[in-house]
């Protein structure tokens, strides 16, 4: 061993002292115990050597150690001692003592103090039952919880528990700042990782009513980004695997940003997981809002629990009897449709009228709470005689402008393209070069059958550049947001695209397209202002209302994953003057008979520049405008009735019961061919004449 390698004294006895100091608490006190003893031994060694005999008094080993002691404990007891080197000693021992409480008090101290840290980092466990734990910190959480606070306002013991590797006390003050007020419910915040078995124990994930898995964030420009960010779901939900309870005894959501593992995922969950695959769900929900005016605020209405919202409730008192008459035996609730248990749970949207109900068949109710309806409802709804709706409007080819460009675009082109008639056109300002993108259609967007792309040069947030293409031919603009910057960055250039929109668009009068933007943080809508009914969709605000409602109840995943996809039955706003006489006053459950009659279910109603109005009182009567629109669930936008319900509406007026009529027949969608996009101009279609 060199020179250099040599390990001093002075080394050894600081390394011994620094292992002293990390060992646990309880060793500390132990090792200052032996310390202690050890000093009262040399101590009392000494005295006995030093100290004169009496023969009088006995003074062995025992007494020598009392002695010592009294003085290690307490300096004053050395007073009355006598003798230069019986002082000496006695002296020793009161330094010795002074030492010893000096690191008693030091120990004690930092005891204490780990024990304040650990309650301030949030390491102690939780005791509470039936919560709702939330895996990751974002701000999602905020939503959510303002969501659970709605749903649980009725519950005394409610509590939500939020687990993530963020500070404490950090996200306790960002909570009680942004939320103020909680109610009845009870949040409870831990630090620790959504992916250590140990830490989801400590905050009961095996006790808790359901469990959200948030997509962790990430930055922005990793190309990576969605694949790191599920891959920490799935490493939570083999952690999870491992807690007792966590998969059985309740559910699990999990948000994911690529669809596309959900398969996995849920193989992991072995039934006891709901996947939310956000930018599939967002994809959707962006094309059926671009497309009609006031869907966003619908949707909003239908995801929070603010006023109505979907429940499931048995009335084994309905088997045997069609579907038709449960609409107007509910009262106070909009019956949507019905959850088929056996043999397989399948939750079946707008069913036909005919329709037979099962003793265990579940009702999807529309209802401002789960104790709010009931079958005690005799309504005897009427349609004015000779009504049969206003003539139909024949739909046209659509013309819609994109800016911006986003990780979803390619996904909403195909869900474009499912909704539009023949010749259709997606104007494109992605503010990309035009070889670069022309690539990425050649790479992510293929077979479109019905939607011509055409690429615009220019950068959207440029005003000269979007003068050259306002146009009020465009029957929406829609601005997306740039995932490749920052979350604040994007908004801010979305903020910009609206506003320069928003002038142009000005000059167009009554005719004007109507504008869609994707903002990311739910604070930056509040710095557009609605002045002319532009909707607004907002990522993380949406994921995070449809998160909350499938942690309070995991079937509403197949319901609003139904209401969202281009087959089957989605929310429409179709004219008022196809279910009621225009300017006449009809009760709202007649209006639901004429819907019924149609083929469709109606929800609710929204007046041209206010809100939408979700489950009205039934007995309301209701004149409607040119403007006004009836929200229904429908198979698509057509404004002619279905199956046999497309028999004249004035053979059911005066009917207490809409007919019964065949099933809907589901619509089909071709085989997409695949042909090769053309090459990127400006202004010219980016796909061939083929690929329509």
């Not at 005690?376 to 739909?395: D, L, V, Y």
């Not at 003068?467 to 960055?489: G, Q, T, Y």
Request: net charge negative; proline share 6%; hydrophobic share 40%.
């Amino acid at each position: 061993m060199t020179s250099h390698d040599q390990v001093s004294t002075g080394d050894k006895i600081r390394y011994q002292i620094d292992r002293f100091m990390s060992w646990s608490p309880m060793a500390r006190f132990i090792g200052l115990f032996g310390i202690s003893f050890l000093l009262i031994l040399l101590c009392a060694g000494l005295a006995v050597a030093v100290r004169p005999r009496e023969p009088e008094k006995s003074f062995d080993f025992l007494e020598a150690m009392w002695w010592a002691m009294t003085r290690v404990a307490d300096a004053g007891t050395m007073g009355d001692d006598e003798g230069t080197l019986v002082r000496l000693v006695a002296t020793l021992s009161t330094l010795s003592g002074v030492m010893v409480v000096a690191l008693l008090i030091g120990l004690v101290s930092s005891t204490i103090g780990d024990k304040i840290d650990d309650l301030r980092k949030g390491k102690s466990p939780v005791i509470d039952r039936g919560h709702t734990l939330i895996l990751g910190y974002s701000e999602k959480v905020f939503t959510i919880l303002r969501e659970l606070r709605e749903a649980n306002h009725n519950q005394k013991h409610a509590s939500a528990v939020i687990l993530s590797e963020a500070e404490k006390e950090e996200v306790e003050n960002e909570v009680r700042e942004r939320m103020g007020d909680m109610l009845t419910i009870r949040v409870v915040v831990r630090q620790g990782s959504p992916f250590s078995p140990h830490d989801l124990k400590k905050v009961g994930a095996g006790r808790a009513k359901s469990i959200i898995v948030l997509a962790s964030d990430a930055d922005p420009t990793d190309d990576h980004v969605p694949g790191q960010a599920d891959m920490g779901a799935i490493k939570a939900v083999l952690a999870l695997r491992r807690i007792k309870g966590a998969l059985t005894q309740n559910h699990v959501v999990v948000e994911l940003l690529d669809g596309k593992r959900r398969a996995v995922v849920e193989r992991l969950g072995a039934g006891g997981i709901e996947v939310v695959a956000m930018k599939e769900t967002l994809s959707r929900m962006i094309v059926q809002t671009a497309r009609q005016n006031g869907l966003a605020q619908v949707y909003r209405d239908l995801l929070t629990y603010e006023g109505s919202e979907f429940y499931f409730k048995s009335f084994p008192e309905l088997a045997g009897q069609p579907f038709g008459v449960t609409q107007f035996r509910m009262k106070d609730a909009v019956v949507a449709g019905v959850r088929r248990v056996e043999p397989e749970p399948q939750c079946i949207l707008n069913p036909p009228e005919d329709f037979l109900l099962q003793a265990s068949d579940q009702l999807l109710v529309l209802a401002e709470d789960d104790d709010t309806f009931s079958l005690t409802a005799s309504h005897q709804p009427s349609i004015p005689p000779g009504f049969e709706g206003s003539p139909p409007r024949p739909r046209t080819p659509e013309k819609v402008l994109v800016c911006g460009m986003g990780d979803k675009i390619s996904d909403m082109l195909r869900e474009f393209d499912n909704y539009v008639l023949a010749g259709s056109e997606a104007w494109l300002m992605p503010g990309w070069p035009k070889e670069e993108f022309a690539e990425f259609i050649r790479a992510e967007v293929q077979g479109l059958k019905n939607l011509k792309l055409k690429y615009v040069e220019g950068d959207p947030t440029m005003p000269d550049a979007l003068k050259k293409v306002a146009s009020p031919d465009f029957s929406v603009a829609l601005i997306m947001a740039d995932d490749r910057v920052s979350e604040d960055e994007a908004d801010a250039r979305t903020v910009i695209t609206v506003l320069l929109l928003r002038e142009l668009f000005q000059a167009f009068g009554p005719h004007k397209p109507r504008i869609i933007s994707e903002i990311l943080d739910p604070r930056t809508k509040d710095l557009l202002e609605q002045d002319y009914g532009a909707d607004f969709v907002v990522s993380s605000e949406i994921t995070s209302m449809l998160l909350a409602q499938v942690s309070e109840r995991r079937e509403l995943n197949a319901v609003f994953a139904d209401l969202f996809d281009s087959d089957g039955n989605e929310v429409y706003l179709k004219r008022a003057a196809c279910y009621a006489p225009i300017g006449q006053h009809l009760s709202w459950i007649s209006v639901q008979k004429v819907a019924r009659t149609r083929g469709e279910v109606a929800i609710g109603y929204i007046r041209a520049g206010q809100p939408p109005l979700i489950n009205p009182k039934q007995d309301e009567m209701l004149a409607f405008s040119e403007e006004d629109r009836v929200i229904v669930i429908s198979e698509d936008d057509s404004e002619e009735p279905k199956g046999a319900a497309a028999e004249p509406v004035k053979a059911a007026a005066g009917q207490g019961v809409a007919p019964a009529r065949a099933a809907p027949s589901q619509p089909t969608r071709a085989p997409q061919p695949s042909a090769p996009p053309g090459e990127a101009k400006t202004g010219k279609a980016l796909s061939s004449t083929g690929r329509r």
